[in-house]
Each structure stands twice: as structure tokens, then as C-alpha cells.
């Protein structure tokens, strides 16, 4: 089956809605890290814009409706994310009269994103001044859903026609040190879950290093939001479940099928530019601040109350995985020096994201 090029759809999609709702669709083309300023002299100068400069502490208040869009990365927490969301909808609920509806509505997206999600938010906000958790999650074997990269025009797209319309709309993701983000992805898709339609990788594995390293993809943050949407284009055939090779032109373009046989490469600058220096992203959190900045900054801007994320549990965390009888996971301290070594090398681009990630938003305040 021939499928048209997913980056083409995208970009006809988002040239579609400009002429559609008659809005100017822009990408930031300058680096985002100069501000501009005049000195005593009246010279006109380009000054170094500081972390705090370039991502001011301006988070929306949707009481009155609003977008919080959640750009989805497999395994950086994003099941605790969106669970909270969803339970917390289903607690306030309860309170409701019968002819009321919930302030927040909850839309899960894992199979494309185009500018139907961006009219039907809209629609959706003005539907009792609500507001609107979107979550955007790949799941296989969706064939239109987009790397990071494929999507930021439509991103862009949606935040400037919600601010010609005066909506309040956030964009965020989540991203993972290398270590811990490789080790959570084999735990899960590779020992915790056996074979299933919605996994295209080999499971049920034992937890060991050997099996670790045949399925281990170096810088598989990168790869995800740059070329490799569902993880599969760079994951070793041995990671892959039996018979997917052969069936991939049945769900792939020839542009991906191609990727896969060419040398792996992410274009780290380009993923950085779209998540940092773009304005496309109003945040990009890490794991390791989930409990105390991530979730409790998400239900202040959704529900009003970073109080809420008080008893947030972390989903799908090891812990939650294994039972008692079964084997344990696989854990960083039973890793040899020489494959932690591997991954640091080998995953420097992953490190460099998640490093400017930490680093540009220090200064966004910790709830709990």
C-alpha cells in the first residue's frame, strides 16, 4: 500500500487552515537567543537573551477555557501525566450536578494530529468555556503519526489561531536522561509486555544486559521527535517482533522504509531550535521533576490547583510493573561500567537536550 509522504500532508494541512481561518502561519526562522536593544549612543545592538528572558514564568489561566496540549514521548513519565489528568476529571465529577459538565474534557490523539484537532478544540472551549487536555501519543501501527519535527508547523498553527481568537493555549513535553530513559523503554516494552498488536517490539524477554544492549537504540529521544516516530526505523532487527520487517510497507511510506536502510542520523539542532529557541513550546520538563514541578505546573494551568498533583502516582514506573513474583527489572546498578560508559558516549545528543532542558527552565518554580 503507497501512502503519500506524511511531511507533505502535514505542511498541505497547515497551509490549508491559514487559507481556511486566515491565519498567519509563521516559523521562526532567527535564533530566539538575541534580543535587540539600543545603547546610550543610540546604537542599535544584539545582546545575549538570558534562559528567564527567553521562557518567562507566564503560565495561562484556563478557568475560563483554554488548549494544554501534551506532546507525548514514549516512556519519560507521561502515563503519570496523563492519568492524573483523567482521574482528576473523573474525582471533580462527582461533585457535578447532573445538567453540569466537567470543566475539563480530555481528548487522547495516537493516531495523527492535523487542523480538524485544532477547529474541534476550539469548538470544544466554547463549548461551556471549557478547558482542553490534549494529549498527543504515537501508537502503533498508526501510520500518520508525526515526529516532533513533522508537527511543529500545525504546533505553530494552533497557538496562532488560538491567540487570534483569544483562547489561552499551553504546549508542553517531557524528555528523559539517556540511562534512565533506555532502561525504561527495555523494562517495559521488551521484559514487561509480551508480544502485542499496539508494540511493535520484541517482548517478554529476560532482563539482562545482554538482551539490554541487542535492543539498546542510541539516542532514541532524538530519533523520535526528529525521524523515527514509532522507534522502530532504528531499532535493531532483534528488538523488532517476528514478521514486522516484512510487513512494514503495509504501514510505511517509501521515505521511511529508506531511513531504515541509511546511516542513523538526528539533527540534534534541529530539535533543539523547535523545543527551545522556536517559541513553539512553552515548556519542556524532564522526569526527574515530575512530582514536583511538572504535574502539580499542569493542574494549576488545567484545574486551578497544583494541589491536586499531591497524590499523583508515578504510572508505569518499575515499580508498578513487576509483581512480586516475578522477575525484577532490570536496573541501572546491574549494569557494567562499560555499558553505562556506551550509553553516555553513544546517547550525547539525548544528554545535550535533556541538559538544556534542565537548564533553561531552572527557573520555573517547584510546586511541592
Not at 526562522?29 to 549612543?41: C, G, L
Not at 523547535?274 to 520538563?285: A, H, K, M, N, Q
Not at 532490570?330 to 553505562?340: D, G, P, V, W, Y
Request: with cysteine; aromatic share 10%.
Amino acid at each position: 500500500m503507497a501512502f503519500a509522504s506524511k511531511r507533505f500532508l502535514l505542511l498541505l494541512a497547515t497551509a490549508l487552515l491559514a487559507s481556511l481561518m486566515q491565519v498567519q502561519c509563521s516559523v521562526a526562522e532567527e535564533d530566539s537567543t538575541t534580543t535587540t536593544t539600543v545603547d546610550a549612543s543610540g546604537t542599535t545592538v544584539d545582546t545575549e537573551a538570558s534562559y528567564e528572558e527567553q521562557h518567562p514564568l507566564n503560565l495561562p489561566n484556563m478557568e475560563n477555557g483554554g488548549i494544554f496540549v501534551y506532546f507525548h514521548l514514549y516512556k519519560t513519565g507521561g502515563s503519570s501525566i496523563t492519568e492524573l489528568v483523567v482521574e482528576t476529571i473523573g474525582d471533580l465529577s462527582e461533585e457535578l450536578k447532573d445538567d453540569e459538565l466537567s470543566h475539563v474534557v480530555f481528548t487522547n490523539n495516537r493516531e495523527d494530529m492535523t487542523m480538524e484537532d485544532i477547529k474541534e478544540s476550539i469548538q470544544m472551549v466554547r463549548n461551556g468555556n471549557r478547558a482542553v487536555f490534549y494529549n498527543f501519543h504515537v501508537e502503533f501501527p498508526s501510520t500518520m503519526y508525526p515526529t516532533l519535527v513533522e508537527a511543529a508547523p500545525i504546533l505553530r498553527a494552533w497557538r496562532d489561531y488560538c491567540d487570534s481568537q483569544g483562547v489561552p493555549f499551553f504546549l508542553m513535553t517531557v524528555l528523559r536522561e539517556p540511562l534512565g530513559h533506555a532502561l525504561s523503554f527495555f523494562n517495559f516494552f521488551h521484559v514487561a509486555v509480551d508480544e502485542e498488536d499496539w508494540s511493535p517490539f520484541t517482548g517478554d524477554l529476560e532482563p539482562t544486559e545482554e538482551n539490554f544492549l541487542k535492543t539498546y537504540v542510541p539516542n532514541r529521544l532524538c530519533h523520535l521527535m526528529y525521524d523515527d516516530a514509532h522507534g522502530i526505523l532504528e531499532a535493531p532487527d532483534f528488538a523488532l517482533r517476528d514478521g514486522l520487517l516484512e510487513n512494514l510497507p503495509h504501514f510505511m511510506d517509501e521515505e521511511e522504509l529508506n531511513r531504515r536502510e541509511e546511516p542513523s542520523f538526528c539533527n540534534v539542532d534541529v530539535v533543539r531550535k523547535i523545543l527551545f529557541e522556536s517559541g513553539t513550546f512553552d515548556y519542556v520538563g524532564v522526569t526527574d521533576r515530575l512530582s514536583t514541578h511538572v504535574l502539580p505546573m499542569m493542574t494549576q494551568i488545567v484545574f486551578g490547583d497544583h494541589e491536586l498533583a499531591l497524590e499523583a502516582e508515578q504510572k508505569k514506573d518499575v515499580e508498578y510493573i513487576f509483581e512480586e513474583d516475578e522477575i525484577p527489572p532490570l536496573r541501572k546498578n546491574a549494569l557494567s561500567e562499560a555499558t553505562k560508559e556506551k550509553v553516555r558516549i553513544e546517547s550525547a545528543k539525548d544528554t545535550q537536550l535533556y541538559e538544556e532542558a534542565v537548564a533553561r527552565f531552572a527557573h520555573w518554580p517547584k510546586y511541592l
